[in-house]
T-cell receptor
Framework: GAVVSQHPSRVICKSGTSVKIECRSL??????MFWYRQFPKQSLMLMAT?????????EQGVEKDKFLINHASLTLSTLTVTSAHPEDSSFYIC????????????FGPGTRLTVT | GQSLEQPSEVTAVEGAIVQINCTYQ??????LSWYQQHDGGAPTFLSY????GLEETGRFSSFLSRSDSYGYLLLQELQMKDSASYFC??????????FGDGTTLTVKP
């Protein structure tokens, strides 16, 4: 159980375009989803917390107009990187947890974004 | 804010026991979790300590001392497949987690 999928696994886009990443919990209803960014050999940096049916809560320094998050259902959250630039190139990972159990997160396989 | 410290690298041989320590400073502490991440893969949840003491899950155990703001992950009977990065993460009553920088474990034959 506790399977989270993420799509696409890899994406290359041109500078100035937008990219949408989907995160789905396949076998449980995730009231909370988290979006992280990870640079090579580094830790996971929390970007935002996404609760179903409400606006996402962004971490300090994360531009909410650039990284649009939508959590439309208990099984789907999307992250859209708008007007992407090369510095947005990174590994983006989502995770999902049950209500009140943020200490036990189940991660998607991640999306490698390369902006050229 | 939150801060966590864990060693950057640990090396051990197959069959051995290794302990990865984690100290933290945080407000609104709820519990300490551990995750494993293989190169190129996603983190996987290993264990959680909300109360002081030892939690055992097969070859892996995790310990927490809230008064010392300290915890550790103990891996026994090491196998080559245990080579990975291990992250401690503090969860807070704000409903989110902050991850440490990770410890790269290398298991040698």
């Amino acid at each position: 159980g506790a399977v989270v999928s993420q799509h696409p696994s890899r994406v290359i886009c041109k500078s100035g375009t937008s990219v949408k990443i989907e995160c789905r919990s396949l076998d449980f209803q995730a009231t909370t989803m988290f979006w992280y960014r990870q640079f090579p050999k580094q830790s996971l940096m929390l970007m935002a917390t996404s609760n179903e049916g409400s606006k996402a809560t962004y971490e300090q320094g994360v531009e909410k107009d650039k990284f649009l998050i939508n959590h439309a259902s208990l099984t789907l959250s999307t992250l859209t990187v708008t007007s992407a630039h090369p510095e947005d190139s990174s590994f983006y990972i989502c995770s999902a947890s049950l209500a009140g159990r943020s200490y036990e997160q189940y991660f998607g396989p991640g999306t490698r974004l390369t902006v050229t | 804010g939150q801060s966590l410290e864990q060693p950057s690298e640990v090396t051990a041989v197959e069959g051995a026991i290794v302990q990865i320590n984690c100290t933290y400073q945080t407000s609104g502490f709820y519990g300490l979790s551990w995750y494993q991440q293989h190169d190129g893969g996603a983190p996987t949840f290993l264990s959680y300590n909300g109360l002081d003491g030892l939690e055992e899950t097969g070859r892996f155990s995790s310990f927490l001392s809230r008064s010392d703001s300290y915890g550790y992950l103990l891996l026994q009977e090491l196998q080559m497949k245990d080579s990975a990065s291990y992250f401690c993460a503090v969860s807070t009553n704000a409903g989110k987690s902050t991850f440490g920088d990770g410890t790269t474990l290398t298991v040698k034959p």
